[in-house]
């Protein structure tokens, strides 16, 4: 009898400790294995001293301990129930930041230990990847996966004054969706025609930079400089449907982009294959006003530069 009510109480305490959440925005904290924000209980109850495990949509785990739980007016409270809001103080055990999968908002929170469903996962994020994934590669005989970052499809019909280029380009960059590999493919045509048509490596410029590993200490850059390299390297528009300040296009990449080296030379090459990309919106730019609202919006990155 007094086993069973002993495995009774540990039966009731391991419930009491069951819950379920979702990370909200979390921040760093002055050390690279804290970080500090929002969790939305979805269920049960969590408390302080507790330890989590996050999941990113790719099955990667990140344990934490919750060491300090704030509510409603930043006062410090012991728990947090499913409906409450909380603020949360999280010591991971590795560096949460780290790899294209690094901890953020809408990841699954279990009790540490709970055995998640991490293929289910996984094929929910890769279902969810499939729908916006919109450029296809081979890239050196194995598969390659992108899509359109954010204002990365683009047509300045005036050029950029005293910032990249004085002429007309179009610009197009795609980054690769399947972690940890942060590669993104950047290609601007110069003088663009708006309609179908083909260009070769005197026409563009090309930047295909980043890590396969996530690691940025083996960060490396491919492509050239237009008219400094004329690799084969092609793209053809095979779509061109225009209407006011937007173009629906799409088109095929091939060919090979050499590796690029601040000190010396390198024989290595990236190769291309059967590229494909469909029905992309481009936004297009008439004046120099435009622009500029563009590139504050998109934070000043993603043109190349001389």
């Known amino acids: 009898m007094k086993k069973i009510l002993f495995l009774l109480l540990i039966s009731l305490n391991t419930f009491a400790q069951t819950f379920t959440a979702e990370t909200g925005y979390l921040y760093l904290g002055d050390k690279e294995t804290e970080m500090s924000g929002g969790l939305e209980i979805k269920s049960g109850v969590i408390k302080k001293n507790d330890k989590i495990d996050i999941y990113a949509p790719t099955g990667r785990k990140f344990t934490a301990t919750i060491v300090k739980i704030s509510g409603e007016n930043r006062q410090e409270v012991n728990q947090i129930k499913a409906g409450e809001y909380g603020y949360f103080d999280l010591k991971f055990t590795e560096n949460p930041s780290t790899g294209k999968d690094y901890v953020n908002k809408g990841f699954k929170v ?42 990365g499809a683009s047509l300045w019909r005036k050029g950029v004054k005293n910032f990249a280029y004085n002429k007309p380009y179009l ?64 793209l053809e528009i095979t779509k061109w449907q225009a209407s006011g300040n937007k173009a629906i296009i799409s088109g095929k990449i091939n060919g090979e982009l050499p590796e690029v080296k601040i000190l010396g030379r390198s024989t290595k090459v990236n190769r291309f294959e059967n590229g494909v990309f469909e029905n992309i919106e481009v936004e297009i730019f008439n004046d120099q006003a435009d622009l500029k609202e563009m590139i504050k919006a998109a934070g000043g990155g993603g043109l190349l530069k001389n």
């Open 110 to 151: 279990y009790p540490a230990g709970f055995q998640a469903n991490t293929g289910a996962m996984k094929a929910e994020a890769d279902a969810k990847l499939s729908t916006s994934v919109n450029f296809k590669s081979t890239l050196d005989g194995k598969a390659f996966r992108g899509k359109v970052t954010y204002k």
């Open 171 to 234: 610009q197009l960059q795609f980054a690769c969706v399947d972690a940890p590999d942060t590669r993104t493919l950047t290609i601007q045509v110069f003088n663009p025609k708006e309609s179908t048509a083909s260009y070769t490596a005197k026409d563009m410029e090309v930047n295909f930079s980043g890590t396969v590993d996530g690691n940025s200490a083996n960060t490396t850059i491919f492509g050239f400089v237009n008219g400094k390299a004329t690799p084969n390297f092609t």
